[in-house]
């Protein structure tokens, strides 16, 4: 079932909430074997790109992410060549940062998309309340804007597996699944900070009601007969949704930021299982 050949493509963009650290632990979870690998917040990718299952359906509802892995997987050559234009200079990447990618093709798009990612503060992805991208320049002596080879792995992967890509609610993609699937949701986390806000400015945030509807798709996959492991934070809320399933505490470093304890081991997140 897994991807047999010696390619190791990695995520090709730096996301927030992205598993890499985590990695080694969500691997202990994924179940034996399964039909199609469903993964409906997919973000970076780094499950997907650690498992390589041969069948799989993807899906984010972010565009931009979505139109790159669309590309890498047709146009990879022409996205590269693109890619190799840019320059990492802070008046440049305001020109690009300008662009209404809506208004551009389908590769200039990925291309920007992508530069924007390798050269913005702390590559995070982070839009206003106009729907466009307002992360600053991030003054990187020598960011990698253009990872050749992995790029051609990433697209090798998509190509000779079987793949579907698609940029929809997880909703509607979690009623794909079927029976013996395998279902990772790793969802925008439930905010551990109490002052944290619930309230969603974009299409991206996850309020307390979206947690809550959340936790109900999970029950419908498990009387479904999929697999189901979702990742979020550890806090009584999420708990509470998922009493009754298998539920484990992981540590992992986060930045804390207040009385300058710097980075800290917590067991800030979870994993919840029902197999
Ligand atoms: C925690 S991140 C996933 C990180 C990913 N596992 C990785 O390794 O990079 C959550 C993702 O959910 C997406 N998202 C937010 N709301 C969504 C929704 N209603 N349906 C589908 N995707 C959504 C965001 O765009 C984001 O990419």
């Known amino acids: 079932m897994l991807f047999k050949e010696a390619l190791k493509p990695k995520p090709f963009v730096k996301w927030a909430g992205g598993k890499r650290q985590l990695i080694h632990i969500l691997k202990k979870y994924v179940p034996k074997s399964f039909e199609t690998y469903i993964e409906p917040f997919l973000g970076g990718g780094a499950l997907l790109f650690e498992l390589l299952p041969q069948k799989a359906i993807v899906s984010d509802i972010n565009e931009e992410l979505i139109n790159a892995y669309k590309v890498i997987k047709d146009n990879v050559e022409e996205l590269i060549d693109s890619l190799k234009r840019h320059r990492n200079e802070e008046n440049y990447y305001y020109q690009i940062r300008a662009l209404n990618p809506k208004l551009l093709s389908p590769i200039e798009r990925a291309s920007r998309f992508i530069y924007l990612n390798k050269t913005c503060y702390n590559g ?36 000779t597996a079987d793949i579907e890509i698609l940029c929809e ?84 470093n986060r930045f804390i930021n207040c009385k300058g304890e710097g980075r800290k081991k917590t067991k800030v997140e979870l994993i919840v299982k029902n197999f």
């Open 124 to 159: 995070l992805y982070r839009e206003n309340s106009k729907g466009e991208f307002n992360v600053p320049f991030g003054r990187y002596k020598k960011p990698k804007i253009v990872d050749e080879e992995n790029l051609r792995e990433v697209s090798q992967y998509l190509n």
């Open 169 to 252: 609610d997880y909703k509607k993609v979690c009623r794909l699944a079927q029976k013996g699937d395998f279902v990772y949701l790793d969802p925008p986390y439930h905010p551990i900070s109490l002052t944290a806000s619930f309230t969603k400015y974009s299409k991206y945030d996850f309020s307390r009601q979206d947690q809550e509807e959340l936790a109900e798709v999970f029950r419908e996959l498990d009387r479904k007969g999929c697999y189901v492991l979702l990742s979020n934070s550890n806090t009584e809320f999420i708990k509470k949704l998922y009493r009754g399933y298998d539920i484990i505490e992981v540590s992992a």
